[in-house]
Each structure stands twice: as C-alpha cells, then as structure tokens.
C-alpha cells in the first residue's frame, strides 16, 4: 500500500514538476521579449491593412533586437512592391528595400542634424547605447531633390572633432561620395586623416602649393591652388590628382567620375569660374 502511494506521488510531483518547467519556459520567454511584436510583424500587418497599436516592439540590431517605441502606428507610410517607407517625423524616416534597411535623418546643417538625433532618441524611447545599434543614415540638404551624404551612424557614435559647425567623423574606415552621375562610389574615409575639419568644409590636403578640400553639402571636392596664374593649373591638378587617389585609395579613373574642381587662390565653393578637373587631366 505505501508502495502504491509512493508511486502515486512520485508520479504527481513528476507531472507538476515537467508542468512548472513548461511554465517557467513561457514565462522566460515572455518576459525576455516582452511579449512584443517585432518590426516584422508590424510591416507584415499593415501590408495586410492593420495597423499594430502595441506602444513597443522589437528593433532587430546585430546580435538581437532592441525594444523601441511603436513610431511606425502613427507615421505616414508610403510603399510599393519592392520598397516601404515610413516618414515618423520632419527630418525623420525608416525605410525598407532597395537595397536595405534603416532610419534615414535628415537636416539642414550639423546643428540642425545634432537637434533631430535628440528627437529621434526621444521619439524611439532609447538610449545612446542602444540607438548606436540601430541602422542611421545622415544626410544634410544641399538641395530639396539632393540630399548630400553625411556618415552611416548618429554623430555620437563616431569620434568627434572639434570645429566651428562639430561636423563629426564617421566610425567606418570607408566612406561614400557621389559621382557626377549621382551614383556612390566607396572611398577611404577621409575625414580620419583630415588635415582639418572646418565650418562646413574638411581640408583634406594642405602643403604649399595647393590644399584639396571636400564639401558634404556639395558633394564636391575643390584643388585650391595657391598660384593664381592659370599656366601652373596643368602642374597642380596632376600633382594633387596623385595626392587624392591616394587619400582616396581610388584609381584615377574612378576619380575622374568624381565632381572635382580647380580653384586658384582661394578656398571657397563660390570662387569664380572654378575648372573642371577633366579639363587639366586626361580623364579617359
């Protein structure tokens, strides 16, 4: 008879324990995601014309996934049958296809750019850490239709250097510039090894006989030469088209599909009558 009974209450406690694992498995994985959905799953419901008012969900980052406001409930959506956006604020966007995924932030300067990384950890409900997880474009508006390419983090995750618009470099150790065609090419990350960072500009050569600069809001690199007189262009754009291939570490070809001016004497994108590098190079 105490046999039986043990044998009934072996069997009980066997049952109860494999329920309470069961349980607690739930439970862990419950409190570990929170319950929440993940960006996914938003993205999939509203391409089925719902729209997922949980106030969180999941942000998948490398290595995981981080917890964020629900931003996409109440953003404009635009999407086609290859690409999703979402506007979530002025200067603020996620986009998704062609090419990949990712928060896009938009402003007219640094400063400007500065105040809308604030109110994107704010709107997303993260911290520093986190939001250094997260996959962020930069752009500043050289023009409403052409947005000119900043770096591929928010500026608090890269090194900084001190100048009078805190233009920031960028963590990677490449770096994308536009061609003339529009298209981006990739370059060494040339803001590392600047000569110096200045109010919108960074002087990436600088010797005594021309200095090369690059323009983020132009998308345009300028050879200022120190001469004036036009016969030494020839020498200066040949001499620094070698400086710049190698900051660059690009060929000459690839270089010549950059927008490259000559400027003489002066270091400013509104010099008069800049020359094309093509016309001093042979660019083939």
Avoid: W
């Amino acid at each position: 008879m105490n046999k039986k009974l043990l044998i009934i209450i072996s069997g009980i406690v066997s049952v109860l324990l494999i329920l309470g694992i069961a349980i607690l498995s739930f439970y862990q994985r419950s409190h570990n995601s929170g319950g929440l959905k993940t960006a996914e799953d938003v993205f999939s419901q509203q391409n089925k014309g719902k729209t997922v008012q949980d106030d969180k969900i999941l942000m998948p980052v490398q290595g995981g996934s981080i917890s964020i406001n629900n931003v996409f409930k109440s953003a404009e959506r635009t999407s086609s049958s290859n690409y999703l956006s979402y506007k979530i604020s002025d200067g603020i966007e996620y986009t998704a296809g062609g090419g990949g995924d990712g928060f896009i932030i938009t402003g007219s300067n640094s400063v400007s750019l500065s105040s809308l990384e604030q109110k994107f950890i704010n709107l997303l409900g993260i911290n520093n850490a986190d939001a250094c997880k997260l996959d962020v474009q930069e752009y500043v508006t050289a023009s409403p239709t052409a947005p000119s390419f900043i770096r591929n983090s928010l500026s608090f995750c890269a090194t900084d250097i001190t100048s009078n618009e805190q233009l920031s470099v960028p963590a990677e150790n490449v770096f994308y510039v536009k061609t003339k065609q529009g298209e981006r090419i990739q370059v060494a990350n040339f803001y590392k090894s600047a000569a110096k960072i200045g109010d919108g500009f960074v002087n990436i050569v600088n010797n005594k006989f021309f200095s090369i600069d690059y323009y983020p809001s132009f998308d345009t690199f300028y050879i200022n030469s120190v001469s004036s007189d036009s016969k030494y262009f020839g020498d200066v754009a040949s001499q620094a088209v070698v400086d710049l291939e190698k900051q660059l570490k690009i060929s000459q070809a690839q270089l010549c599909s950059l927008p490259v001016l000559v400027v003489s004497g002066v270091k400013s994108p509104d010099a008069p009558t800049p020359v094309p590098l093509s016309s001093l190079v042979s660019c083939k």
